[in-house]
């Protein structure tokens, strides 16, 4: 009888809530369709995703006109070829691989260096930096011409010179693939690259 008349009282209570909730949410949908704008702009609002990401905002973004949007896409164009760094580096320090970590602003000047140094002195005539089979591999007087180059822009610790050397030729292999890579992509594409930016090939 008691569970009976408990779960009654809960039931009419349940009723009651659900009537004053659909009786204020009229309310707040009427003050909403009256004065939206109004408590937008006072920093009110529903408290929804949207108002939190500021979409249902009166004063959106204007959308770009397609002026602006070529001028957006040409602001983030292709980066330019690597270019080789001015005057000459002294590196103080290697890590366990032979690459340079001291000073710290080193390593951009030093791998944009290795790869412009691949690009202007290894034909790519050749096909391989290294292969068993030596008849398209690039030979090790022209590995030393680059290594040379490398030398001219960057002071190497001399007791770690030949560690620095045997990474930087690792270094340059991994260009040189890179740039048949890129160079392939052109045939494929039967397009032509741009050869001024490769006086030497």
Not at 61 to 81: V, Y
Request: hydrophobic content about 30%; proline content about 6%; aromatic content about 10%.
């Amino acid at each position: 009888m008691f569970l009976y008349s408990y779960a009654g009282i809960m039931g009419r209570f349940s009723r009651f809530k659900s009537r004053r909730g659909k009786q204020a949410e009229a309310e707040n949908n009427a003050e909403n369709d009256d004065g939206g704008a109004r408590s937008n702009s006072e920093g009110g609002g529903d408290g929804s995703p949207s108002e939190y990401l500021n979409l249902n905002q009166n004063d959106e973004a204007p959308a770009q006109t397609e002026e602006e949007t070529t001028i957006s896409a040409a602001s983030r164009a292709k980066r330019g070829r690597n270019k080789m760094p001015k005057g000459r580096s002294l590196i103080t320090e290697l890590d366990e691989l032979g690459e340079p970590v001291a000073p710290v602003n080193v390593m951009g000047p030093y791998k944009s260096a290795i790869g412009v140094v691949v690009k202007e002195n290894v034909p790519i005539t050749y096909r391989y930096w290294n292969a068993k089979d030596k008849t398209w591999v690039v030979p090790d007087s022209i590995k030393e011409i680059c290594w040379g180059k490398l030398k001219e822009k960057f002071i190497f610790p001399e007791d770690s010179e030949p560690l620095a050397r045997r990474r930087a030729l690792f270094l340059m292999g991994n260009s040189f693939r890179y740039f048949k890579f890129t160079l392939n992509k052109h045939v494929k594409n039967e397009t032509e690259p741009d050869w001024k930016d490769f006086p030497n090939q």
